[in-house]
């Protein structure tokens, strides 16, 4: 059966990975901490400026958003993670600092070299993070003096606090750990922290993810799991099909694990990029899930397409299409609109050879409407999760993009209703 | 002011248009008809199968969707307008004929060779067009027993018939024709009818429409001025971002105008190009207009772009964002929207140099947000129509795209309004 073909590459590794709690503090030597600024608004206090830092040097990576309006935290960063291995990361929620010209970047600056400081770093050695509204200076009067606060509280025991204060509009914070047992009753555990990709309140937001580990890998090594786990976890969600100027996936790496070191190349360093996949994964699912006012978490999958560039176009059309996201939304099996969207999304198809299937179901073979009966059809569109497999018989490459519906809530909390809040604060002189 | 930057090549022609009634049947020796044959549902008659002909053979082309998918009736008049010239259109509403398969086809060539029989033409000489539900069979034994009643009905009064028996979800028929002084006292005329772009009920709707003219042009011509006009009109609206199965514009030219015959690089064959833009944009505005639960029409330019291509990866990003589309529905000036898309879009931008206004107001200067009082620029916004400029300020290409706000309204209509109406009718047997 088509609709079988498995598309993780680390599914068949039967790697005992154990959830754990602690997110970005669950591996060893990371402290994480968070102190509430006001930086939307001054008169309501909540965790806004999150720290997280390595007591040891640690390898870092990081991946950026592929926007061409780059906020300034981005730039800043950028230039951080080419000079050297940062070791401290510096976020806050509430101001993007995008679009926001030479102050942002002086502004940003600011906020590494506080925390250099009061960390005894050195400014590279610190990468800085922003998420909110954008086209605002930053409240850096309100910033920067806060940063020996949140140093000083830095604790094992922080992660939750610091998962809180980069959300935005998430409704909950997004947190997840694992231990791997590699080595004679040694381990190594991987952690992470993550805030929503929907496009939202205040302005615009920001998929950002920061993620530890303990384990011991060459910097190299680590370069080469993060693009393999991005690539199979963040870069496969939408929600509204926007990229943000703010999108940042941050790895360090310090080595403190009992675990033997991993060599290139070795099954240990198979191990180790499923690991971090994992991890990733399971943040960007409870990211869709959070996604503004969703009601669907569907898995998108295209199957033996003649390329991989093929099986990504069509899979991300079909997640992107507002049609589509509408039918998920009404509960409506509607395969139709699947197939006209698998039809301008550019990839090499042929109409005839089209099966699709909602779950195990089909319910178009052939390009044409199959003899499943709708109603069996409609349970499944019911489900609040559910698996489209679009197999378009042509090929051997296959890609899974995970999307959810559009529902009209959505619309009303980026339309009416966010457009009333912002004239509430602009009335207040608050934006 | 980069704001007043001219993107219509026809503009600065002072072509002295007159808007006349008459659509299709405007342009001498043309006539057309409809009846209301059950096709959608036989309980609820209303026109739904159009005859549009020229009583003299005719020069003929057509542009069809880009959609891979793509309906049977398209698949029949590609080839059928490949052989040569078609002088016939007959086109229904209710059912798309799309992913039907070999059935389609005959259905298709069915409804040709009806016509063809009833008006003493060719099979090939009959162009048709369906839109409505896809993955159903037509009902064809309701069809092709009517065709010969539509042919007699043929008049040169048929137009608004015909245009309605094409509506689907649009709430009024699109109807519009000029009439252009050429030579002494002499004129000739082009007329048209189309129906939605929106992607809408009951299945996946379609952007049809029939273009007549009586101006004595040649094949090449009228080649040459199909493609400029529908480039500079149907293909610069977006409602939703789909592209459908079955999109298709014909426009069939008899040459019965007493105006003279219109040569080749003559200051005439420009005004014909205009002529047929200028109809054609007129009926793409209408359908941008009627777009489903649409309460704002938006113009969206990008000007000084470094190449054609990026004026237009930019302006289409921009019109089909979903957060921007809902930032008009709120009457919410969010540049950052905007810029934001624009980043994303492919286009080759420097952040620092974009300029984005509301009309002629100033949004964002230089990236930056601009001393506009925000009261004022929404004012612009809560305006019914306005034009969103964006200047990228990198080069001398500019693209222009209309687009629509994104409602509550058209979420619910394409869900559970939607999904609604279809299990209903899947109740009682009706798809």
Redesign the interface.
Known sequence: MNAAVDLDPCSKKSVPFKSIDGGVTAPRGFRAAAVACGIKNPEVLRLDLALITSDTPAITDAVFT?????AACVRVSQQHVKLGDARAIIANSGNAN????PQGIQDAKAMCKATAEALGLKMREVLVCSTG????NMPIQRITPRVSEVAAKLSPTGNEDAARAIMTSDTKPKIYAIEVPLGKGASFRVGGIAKGAG?ICP??ATMLSFITTDAKVSRDELKRAMRFAVDQSFNRITI??????NDTVIVMSNGQAEAPAIKKGSPEAEIFRCALQKVMMELAKMIVSDGERVTKFVEIRVVHARTQADARKAAETVAK???VK???????P????I??????SG???K??LIDIYFNGLIA?K????SKTA?SDL?KVVKEPRFTVTIDLNSGSANHTVYTT????A???F???????A??AK?QKGLV
Chains 1, 2 share one sequence.
Do not use: P
Request: with cysteine; proline share 0%; net charge negative.
């Open positions: 592929t926007n061409k309006v780059r995008a679009c926001t010209g509204i954008i086209g605002m496009m302005n615009m509204d099909g926007d990229t943000s100027t299409s507002l049609l509408c039918s998920f939304n009404g509960s409506d509607n395969w139709g609109r197939i006209h969207a698998v039809g301008y990839a090499r198809i109409e005839e178009c052939g390009g044409l409407t709708v409609e519906d559009l529902s009209e959505y619309v009303d980026n339309s009416s209703e966010y457009a009333a912002l004239h602009r």
